[in-house]
């Protein structure tokens, strides 16, 4: 259930507009010559990475799944009541995704020097998760109040 009140209405939107702005920066490297992808990279704290075609294949296609999430997530903050299944399913999977990248980073040994782009990743995902989670949650809770009173 949506939220029905103003500020959970603008608290999703807000998640599901952090949410579209993270996931759609992706499309830069789907469209990227592979040069410029891999100076991104670099300068994200990769090292330098040559030419290989099964690379750039696998870029391209995750930079596309991400950026779909990204317009997936605009149109749902421009109509949620359109999308409202996919709303229920943003939150878990920026949590999802948020625990699967901290858990990478501890495994890894990443540290902000060399890798200082891992922190901003695993924020946004948190922070998109519970924006876009905690007005459901609230809203199905609201409903639920309701329901039992009735």
């Known amino acids: ?12 939107q807000l998640g599901l507009l952090v949410s579209a702005c993270g996931w759609g920066i992706s499309f830069y490297f789907t469209f990227a010559s592979w ?12 090292d330098p990475i040559p030419y290989d075609p099964l690379l750039d294949y696998w870029l391209r296609m ?13 149109l749902a903050c421009a109509r949620p009541q359109a999308f409202v299944s996919f709303i229920r399913l943003l939150g878990p999977f920026h949590f999802l995704i ?6 990478a980073a501890y495994r890894n040994h990443l540290n902000p020097t060399s890798h200082p782009t891992f922190i901003p990743d ?8 519970v924006l876009i989670q905690a007005p459901l949650l609230r809203g199905w809770m609201e409903n639920r109040a309701t329901q039992n009173h009735s």
């Not at 040069?35 to 990769?46: E, F, P, R, S």
């Not at 930079?63 to 605009?74: D, E, L, R």
């Not at 695993?122 to 998760?129: D, M, N, R």
């Open 1 to 12: 259930m949506l939220p029905t009140t103003r500020i959970g209405l603008n608290t999703l």
């Open 62 to 74: 995750a930079s596309a799944v991400f950026g779909c999430i990204g317009i997936g997530s605009a």
């Open 98 to 103: 948020g625990t699967t990248l901290a858990v």
């Open 35 to 46: 040069d410029a992808a891999a100076a991104q990279l670099y300068d994200m704290g990769a």
């Open 122 to 129: 695993i924020t946004f995902c948190f922070l998109a998760g």
